[in-house]
């Protein structure tokens, strides 16, 4: 097989980086060890992407966007965590649905892998077909015909494969992701429907941010989030939930909310430091910490700190948390907030989560990404750890 496959001026690297980890499984609620093999896909407009061949223990196969990504921040929007493609067992063989996402029904901007005709795949690349079937396809066509499918996605296009090891389902991923989004990222931005922007988390920003000149607890919220500044609504309560689910009752053991907290800590931890605020809705308004106090063993704010730190010492270290994160309760719009100050990490810091483990966070821009492995080897390896011995 030749290094590179090419369509265009699209390349995709045929010779994986091979890694190990854990990964979430939604139907499971629980993290499974797996592999993940890594490829390297770059296009026009400074496209550097990469795209992970996922397999767990479970026996669960999906392919989807890595994290480190340059280029079009349309394109990372919709292709970040979303539009993976997975790879089921059927007695006919290893399948995977072949969809060119569309403007989704309900939210436009938001694409949805959705039915598509030969045309419409065939816009991706002429040759797709050939391509699939040289690369590990042993049949292309409806999932009627192909395994005999009788529920309503039985008009969709599939493949079917006799091995899921072969290269066919990364190859897919590129064609009707990669290629197919920037495509389709092309028509907008001559359409005026979208903004010539860019985004790179494939290596640290040479240019660092600076921090907010305030200290001030009202002008930093009304800041708004940034590298140095993060608002989360709760450590445990789940709002969204609470709204949809009349049953609800906060479970701290289980919920994923408190995640969102480990990562942000985390992240500031890798980059350059910032402040975290628990109890401060997206928009910057005060919700307050009172719900998720009364869940804890004391019911009162010392309760909460201390159950707040063991939290981030279970998941991070403790040594790392006790030098580097202080947390405070001042008022904002009247009501009691938390206040988590993060200083830079002398050192790599890795964390658990509940989907994940020993995982590499860092802030880029007003966001916490994950980073690969091979990602994070490079920015450890170029980001400035300071001289931990000046402290």
């Known amino acids: 097989m030749p290094e590179e496959v090419s369509v265009g001026d699209f390349h995709l690297s045929t010779e994986p980086i091979n890694s190990t980890g854990g990964w979430f499984v939604r139907e499971l609620d629980k993290v499974v060890d797996g592999s993940v093999r890594i490829y390297n896909a770059t296009g026009p407009r400074d496209l550097m992407m990469e795209i992970h061949y996922i397999e767990l223990n479970s026996g669960h196969k999906w392919v989807v966007a890595g994290e480190a990504f340059n280029g079009p921040k349309w394109v990372f929007g ?6 993976r493609i997975s790879v089921i067992e059927k007695p006919e063989g290893f399948v995977l649905d072949l969809t060119i996402p569309k403007p989704g029904s309900r939210k436009k901007e938001v694409y949805t892998a959705s039915r598509s005709s030969v045309e419409e795949l065939s816009r991706a690349s002429k040759n797709m077909f050939t391509m699939l079937h040289d690369n590990g396809a042993r049949a292309i066509g409806t999932r009627a015909d192909t395994i005999g499918d009788t529920s309503s996605r039985r008009g969709f296009m599939n493949m079917v494969m006799d091995s899921p090891d072969c290269f066919a389902p990364v190859l897919a991923y590129f064609l009707t992701r990669t290629v197919a ?183 880029i821009g007003n966001s916490t990404q994950t980073m690969s492995v091979q990602s994070a080897m490079s920015y450890v390896k170029n980001h400035d750890w300071g001289d931990p011995d000046s402290e």
């Open 78 to 83: 919709q292709l970040n965590g979303r539009l």
């Open 181 to 363: 989004m920037s495509q389709e990222y092309e028509s907008l931005l001559s359409a005026g429907q979208v903004e010539d922007e860019t985004v790179s988390h494939y290596a640290e920003h040479r240019a660092k941010p600076s921090p907010p000149k305030s200290d001030d607890v009202t002008s930093m919220i009304a800041g708004g989030e940034s590298a140095f500044v993060e608002f989360k609504p709760a450590v445990w309560f789940d709002k969204r939930r609470s709204d949809n689910d009349p049953n609800y009752r906060i479970n701290k053991s289980t919920t994923r909310v408190k995640n969102k907290i480990i990562r942000t800590v985390a992240g500031f931890l890798n980059a350059e430091g910032g402040t975290l605020f628990i109890g401060v809705s997206d928009d910057g308004n005060a919700y307050g910490i009172q719900t998720d106090v009364e869940v804890t063993a004391r019911g009162d704010l010392d309760g909460y700190e201390l159950e707040l730190f063991a939290l981030l010492t279970n998941s991070i270290s403790t040594d790392m948390v006790a030098r580097k994160v202080r947390v405070t309760f001042p008022k904002f719009q009247g009501i009691t907030i938390c206040r988590v100050d993060v200083d830079r990490s002398d050192e790599p810091v890795f964390a658990n989560t509940t989907r994940v483990r020993d995982a590499f966070f860092v802030r």
